[in-house]
């Protein structure tokens, strides 16, 4: 086997309401797709509940408190105008966690040469103390700091394609000089974070926003020429990606210009990087992804960029 497909069903409970763009539909359509890809070369895997003390190493115990004690009984909590909490919030936010841990201990023994968590709530905007832009917890950091916890692994890095620069994993990693964060995202827009002259400490920060209506060249100039040859230079021991499809010419929430080439073109770049120099130590997270079909051709493409 080479590559884990690290989820759970209860990820689709976690119900945002009607219109929603973050809806269970979205994952719903995700596992259809990947579970009509025949290979050999995928195996799923059920994800557990995170340890609390896991969440801990990004998140404070006011964060995580602030989350649980504010889910209801029924209807909705909204903590922000696109960010809430409904009964099973807790039940789905766990699972997608443990999911990206369950990963990291897939690869970091060998189990598996890389992994994909088609997960939900996505992550990349929650920061240390704040909820925000569909995101309660930041899946792919607690990964990261996991990683580094149990496997003694000295330095990680997040690869972040989603079209909204992940603000809460820059935000986290911002100090740390063992931990490298880079972004290609469209600017001026959500959040509002993700200049070039956000470059963290030590230079582990790497932002290249890129205008609206980037096709699939720029793109990829961008990898060539920026983020590839710096993750090179930051030499990590794990790769993980953020792995958002909201670039996709079809998303309603943006303006590139991207297909599923291009991200099976990224992510097979991130592969390749992962077995050359990180002994093939790869986790990959779901983030965004809006327009239900894009999202699902996309994923499948991810996939194949993992397995080829």
């Known amino acids: 086997m080479s590559t884990a497909i690290v989820t759970h069903k209860d990820c689709i409970l976690h119900d945002t309401g009607i219109h929603h763009p973050e809806s ?23 994800g557990p509940n995170i340890n609390l003390k896991h969440i801990n190493l990004v998140h404070s115990e006011h964060h995580i408190k602030n989350i649980i004690n504010n889910v209801p009984t029924k209807g909705f909590f909204n903590i922000d105008a696109d960010t809430v909490l409904s009964p099973n919030s807790i039940k789905s936010a766990f699972k997608a966690m ?10 970091c023994t060998e189990k598996f040469k890389n992994a994909f968590c088609p997960i939900r709530p996505p992550g990349h905007h929650a920061e240390p103390e704040k ?11 607690i990964g990261a700091y996991y990683a580094k916890l149990k496997y003694k692994l000295k330095k990680c890095a997040v690869i972040d394609f989603d079209v909204h620069h992940g603000n809460g994993t820059q935000k986290k990693f911002w100090d740390d000089p063992n931990m490298f964060y880079a972004s290609t995202h ?14 963290g400490v030590n230079n582990n920060i790497i932002n290249v926003p890129l205008p609206g209506g980037t096709n699939g060249l720029l793109f990829k100039k961008s990898y060539e020429d920026i983020i590839i040859p710096n993750l090179k230079k930051f030499s990590p021991d794990m790769i993980f990606i953020s792995a958002g499809f909201d670039g996709h010419k079809d998303d309603p929430l943006a303006d ?26 790869l986790v990959s997270c779901l983030e965004g992804g809006y327009n239900i079909e894009a999202l699902s051709k996309s994923s499948l493409a991810h996939v194949e960029g993992l397995i080829l």
């Open 256 to 281: 590139f210009k991207l297909i599923e080439e291009d991200f099976f073109w990224v992510t097979n770049k991130l592969r390749n990087f992962s077995d050359k120099y990180c002994k093939k130590r």
């Open 131 to 141: 909820a925000m832009g569909f995101c309660l917890f930041n899946n792919v950091a």
């Open 98 to 107: 443990g999911s990206v841990c369950k990963a990291v201990d897939l690869i």
């Open 186 to 199: 469209q600017e001026g827009i959500f959040p509002g974070t993700g200049f070039k002259n956000e470059i």
């Open 24 to 46: 269970q539909e979205r994952l719903l359509s995700v596992f259809k797709t990947l579970k009509n890809f025949k290979s050999k070369k995928i195996q799923w895997i059920d």
